[in-house]
T-cell receptor, first 117, second 112 residues
Framework: NAGVMQNPRHLVRRRGQEARLRCSPM?????VYWYRQLPEEGLKFMVY????????ESGMPKERFSAEFPKEGPSILRIQQVVRGDSAAYFC???????????????FGSGTRLTVV | AQSVTQLGSHVSVSEGALVLLRCNYS??????LFWYVQYPNQGLQLLLK??????LVKGINGFEAEFKKSETSFHLTKPSAHMSDAAEYFC??????????FGKGTRLHILP
């Protein structure tokens, strides 16, 4: 049973390009969470999704960032027109749902490290 | 709103010495608290969790944490540090909206 799979592990984009980060949750998990990690700042919540629904996007920047979790396929975090400040590690986590997450916590992927040059 | 504060962004201990990483929480309801560890260039791994069953929680790799309501604390300890414990440690709390909110992290350095 593979854990949470994120790809790519490393992504380099030039300013103005688009970045697409993928996350496949653990088998059976239907809840996905995206976090951004900047040095010395810990993990900041971005968005919480269920299949085909955005539950909470209060941590998403208002512009250029979007997320989806389609019925089939991985969850995608999309950053349009990237800027240097978007350089960070982006982590995805999954859970079975609210009742599971408070008992077991989340299962995290290994992250995608985005570098904008 | 629930939150956690980790005291000390960097902590250094000698190999074999006691490890103590501090975490204080803020919550208006009984909290669900977690400690995660992150090794370099990896994701986060759950060390242990408090879910109100017992105040002293034992986790993996010899770590444990004690929930103290009177002090609103959930400090992480390990009796004897090992070189392999060098990593970044995050205290976290689950809030009402099913989001897990993380502290800023404490980087643990082990001195030979």
């Amino acid at each position: 049973n593979a854990g949470v799979m994120q790809n790519p592990r490393h992504l380099v984009r030039r300013r103005g390009q688009e970045a697409r980060l993928r996350c496949s949750p653990m088998k059976g998990h239907s809840h996905v969470y995206w976090y951004r990690q900047l040095p010395e700042e810990g993990l900041k919540f971005m968005v919480y999704l269920q299949k085909e629904n955005i539950i909470d996007e209060s941590g998403m920047p208002k512009e250029r960032f979007s997320a989806e979790f389609p019925k089939e396929g991985p969850s995608i975090l999309r950053i349009q027109q990237v800027v240097r400040g978007d350089s960070a590690a982006y982590f995805c986590a999954s859970s079975l749902g609210p009742r599971d997450s408070h008992i077991r916590g989340y299962t995290f992927g290994s992250g995608t490290r985005l570098t904008v040059v | 709103a629930q939150s956690v504060t980790q005291l000390g962004s960097h902590v250094s201990v000698s190999e074999g010495a006691l490890v103590l990483l501090r975490c204080n929480y803020s919550s208006s309801v009984p909290p669900y608290l977690f400690w995660y560890v992150q090794y370099p260039n990896q994701g986060l791994q759950l060390l242990l969790k408090y879910t109100s069953a017992a105040t002293l929680v034992k986790g993996i790799n010899g770590f444990e944490a004690e929930f103290k309501k009177s002090e609103t604390s959930f400090h992480l300890t390990k009796p004897s540090a090992h070189m392999s414990d060098a990593a970044e440690y995050f205290c976290a709390v689950r809030n009402r909206d099913d989001k897990i909110i993380f502290g800023k992290g404490t980087r643990l350095h082990i001195l030979p």
